[in-house]
Each structure stands twice: as C-alpha cells, then as structure tokens.
C-alpha cells in the first residue's frame, strides 16, 4: 500500500506537479529539436522527415516509460555517425531495421540491469564528458557563424542578450523562459525587417504529412541480421551511454534521482517505436535536456510537450517554422553550451588530486578528438580504474617480527592484494633467511583475484623449499573461499605440476 501510494504521488509530481513550468519548457525544446533533427538526418545521409518522425516518437515514449524526468531523447549526432556507411551501402529499409534491433537490445540490457554500470563512472569521467559535450555543442554553432553577413552576428549577439538580461526583469523575467523569448523575438523581427539570413527552411524540407507505421521492407533472414547486428549492437550501447551519462547530469541539475534500468528499457521502447514510424534510431540529448531544466522544466510533461509539439510545429505550422533564423537558435545553444561547462572545474585543477585532473582531461580531450562518446568514456573509466588499482596497491604493507627464542618469523599484513600488489607481496618477503618456522598472519588482509592467491603460494612454496614450516593464519571467510578453490600450497598433488615452472 506504502508503495503504490508513492508511486501515485511520484507519478501525479512528474505530470502535473509543474505545469507552466513544464509546458513553457516543452515548447522551447520543441523549436531547439527542429534544426537539429534536420541536421542529424542530413548526417545520417536521409531525409529530414526520418530525424523528425524519430524525434517526436522518441521524446514522447520516453516521456511515459524513461527513467528520468525531465530528459530530452531525440534524433542525435552521435546516433547519425554510426549509421552513415549502414544507410550509404544499404539504404534507409536496413537501417528502419537496424533502429528496431536496437532497441530490442537495449530493451534487453534494461532488463539485465546494465545501467547499474554507471556506478562505475567516476566524477572526473562525468565532469569531462560535461566539459566536452559543451565544448562540441559550441563547435557545431560555428558552421553558422562562419563566412555568413554582419546581421547574423547581430542577430546571435541580440538573441544572447535578451536570454541573460531578460531573466532580470520582474516579473516577466520569471514566467516566460528567455530562450523562448529570443527565438519569437528574432523570428519576429527578421520577417518584419526582411533581413536576409538563413533560417530553418533553408536546412531541408519539412514534412506535411503525420507519420505512418511501417515495417522494414527487409528480407528476414541470417544475411539481413549479419548486416545490421554490428550497427545496432554500436547505436545500442553508445544511445544507453550518452543517455545513463545525460541522465546523471540531469540528476545532479534537479538534485532528484532516476531509475537507470527504467531509462535503458525506456529507450529501447523508444526505438522500437522510432523504427516502426520510418525514423532513425536516437538517444537522451544533453544540450537539449539542459535547454529544458534552465527552462524551468522538471517533469514528464515538458518531454511530452516537447515531442507533441514538435509534431504539430514541422506538419501543420511547418511554414511558420520555416522563418525561424537560424542565429536564434544559434544563440539558445551557445547559451547551452556556457551553462553545460562546468567552470568550477577549472577552478578546482588546482586542488583535484593529479589523477582525477587527469582523468577528467583525457575524457575531454579524446570526446573533442574523436567527436565520440564512447571513446572518451572508456578511456577515462580505463583511466579511473587504472589510478585506483594503483591507489589501492600503496595501502597494502607489512610488518615483519622475529622471535628469536622460538626461531619464528611473523609477516603481519594489512590492506588489499591484488592483480597489482601482488608483486609487492612476495617482495616484502626474505626467502633467503634460515628460520624453522614462517607465520603468515592475514587478519588485516584481504585476497581479491587468482594473482594474490597465485602469489601466496608461491611464497608458501618458496618458505618451504628453505626447509621452513609455514603457517597462514587469519583468513577471512572470502579469502579462504577463493584460496581453497584457486590455491595449490596446500594440496601436494597439484604444487610440482603448477609451481614446476618456478
């Protein structure tokens, strides 16, 4: 009863618990997803519909079945870039196709749980996957600020100016989100003054039509799975990553969690459903997601706003949407784009241990190099994993008490032995002194992997060799289990067939 009752509260605070704030939100992300749809389709080598058609499909499934409130998912770049040779080489049926695999991928990772694996994503990582994408979100506004008239800097300095001054004004500045105001104000003024700049129509045609569902015209067999497999399986898991990562900025935004399991079977529905409208496959956007918690939005409904809108916006006002300056929008994402950096984080290179600094850098560096997401987070989950292995190894020490009466040497042994320490383990012994008898004490020690269990008989073995008697005492229940299955220093049998080598 307890449960369902906050079920029904959380689910009654995600639809109705912002309403303005929410709708307000919605449509600005609306008019921001239009360009970059029309830009990730021209990417992905199709038609402009196909980004749309996905957009709306996914911004509004996963408004009802994400895992995080508040989250925009659409059509995105990174989505586009793994596709191109698939569409190029295939055509647009393959890749219908290989949206619906992968979701049914991701759908399956969701029920495995596999977004529990961004509790191994560290902050260093998180902080410079931020970094990067504001970084990236800057760069793609430049093609539009490139080689283009002094109206257009005009217009994009004017649209700034009315996003960071408006929130000043009382009043108004708290109802109305500026970004919204920037783009009806620009979008007003450049069909009053006739001011000759690009604008959204110029991008690509806009559909007139709602979408319809389709099945991939695709022969279902062996051959057709052997093509897309490699695609989907890459969209799957860089979609699940960009979205788990979005979603985490997104909690740390509102200062609310989100079920990360939900997300990635939210976006596998997501998908499916995309792939069955004639769209492309997308993921969780972080500069539209951002758009929207500046926005004010906080909710469900902001994403559903969002998606519904853009529908409406691109069939049935698509003339309207059409004079939309660029430079607009132009202005909105080079505001995201300063809001997405976290700037403190140059602040704190000074202080961060050399190892975190150098996490968050490489991430950065490599998400910029690469303009891939997944590079930049292996490398620096690689890294992270790396430095703490390292960390970790420089705990583990010994003490070493030699009782001469009894002819008894004792290593005591404390911290964590492992792949990495384990080298350090055998060194901290002396093979060559003549004792009767060596103690192992490990109360304080814990043996994690076939390396330190490895390690440890040799060390028996090594004692023993010498002709002294070996004792290892204080084992705790995990380490026993691991050394009496992995362990050979004390089965006879085993130790000249393993050990002989040594």
Request: proline share 3%.
């Amino acid at each position: 009863m307890i449960k369902t009752t906050t079920l029904f509260r959380s689910t009654k605070r995600d639809w109705i618990g912002n309403v303005r704030g929410d709708v307000l939100a919605g449509l600005v992300v609306a008019l921001a997803l239009i360009p970059e749809a029309i830009a990730f389709s021209i990417i992905a080598g199709v038609d402009p519909k196909v980004g749309l058609y996905a957009s709306f499909c996914i911004a509004v499934v996963t408004a009802v079945v994400g895992g995080r409130p508040g989250m925009i998912s659409a059509a995105t770049g990174a989505m586009a870039l793994l596709m191109v040779t698939l569409v190029q080489q295939h055509g647009l049926q393959y890749l219908l196709a290989a949206t619906l695999l992968t979701g049914a991928l991701q759908l399956v990772m969701g029920f495995l749980k596999l977004g529990s694996l961004m509790s191994f994503v560290s902050r260093s990582v998180v902080t410079g996957f931020v970094n990067a994408l504001a970084i990236l979100i800057f760069l793609a506004q430049l093609p539009e600020l490139t080689g283009v008239t002094w109206q257009v800097y005009a217009m994009t300095a004017a649209g700034l100016a009315v996003i960071y001054l408006l929130p000043r004004v009382p009043v108004i500045g708290k109802v109305v989100p500026s970004p919204l105001v920037c783009i009806l104000l620009l979008t007003v003024a450049t069909a009053a003054l006739h001011i000759d700049v690009r604008t959204v129509g110029d991008m690509g045609a806009l559909p007139d039509t709602l979408p319809v569902f389709l099945w991939p015209e695709v022969p279902l067999d062996l051959d057709t799975l052997s093509i897309i497999f490699p695609y989907a399986i890459a969209m799957a898991i860089v979609g699940l990553l960009e979205s788990l990562m979005t979603a985490t900025i997104v909690d740390d935004l509102t200062d609310t969690p989100s079920d990360k399991n939900r997300e990635c079977k939210g976006q596998g529905l997501a998908n499916i459903g995309a792939g069955l409208l004639g769209g492309m496959a997308g993921c969780a956007m972080i500069g539209q997601s951002v758009i929207n918690v500046k926005s004010g939005g906080r909710g469900r409904l902001s994403t559903m706003v969002a998606g519904v809108v853009l529908l409406i916006l691109v069939v049935f006002l698509n003339d309207w949407v059409a004079e939309i300056p660029m430079a607009a929008l132009v202005a909105v994402m080079i505001m995201v784009s300063i809001g997405t950096f976290d700037w403190r984080s140059i602040q704190r290179l000074r202080v961060n241990p050399l190892s975190s600094n150098v996490v968050m850098l490489a991430t950065v560096v490599v998400v910029v190099w690469t303009h891939n997401l997944a590079y930049g987070v292996f490398v620096g989950v690689l890294l992270s994993a790396l430095f703490f292995a390292n960390k970790l190894s420089h705990f583990m020490y010994c003490e070493s008490e030699l009782d001469a009466a009894a002819d008894v040497r004792t290593y005591r042994f404390h911290g964590q032995i492992f792949f990495n320490s384990a080298d350090k383990f055998l060194k901290l012994f002396n093979f060559k002194e003549v004792v009767a008898t060596v103690v192992i004490d490990l109360n304080r020690a814990h043996f994690w992997d076939i390396t330190a269990v490895h390690a440890l008989d040799m060390a028996v073995i090594k004692f023993r060799r010498e002709g002294a008697d070996v004792e290892v005492i204080g084992l705790n229940d995990a380490s026993e289990t691991i050394i009496d299955r992995f362990g050979v220093h004390d089965k006879p049998e085993l130790v000249d067939r393993v050990m002989g080598g040594h």
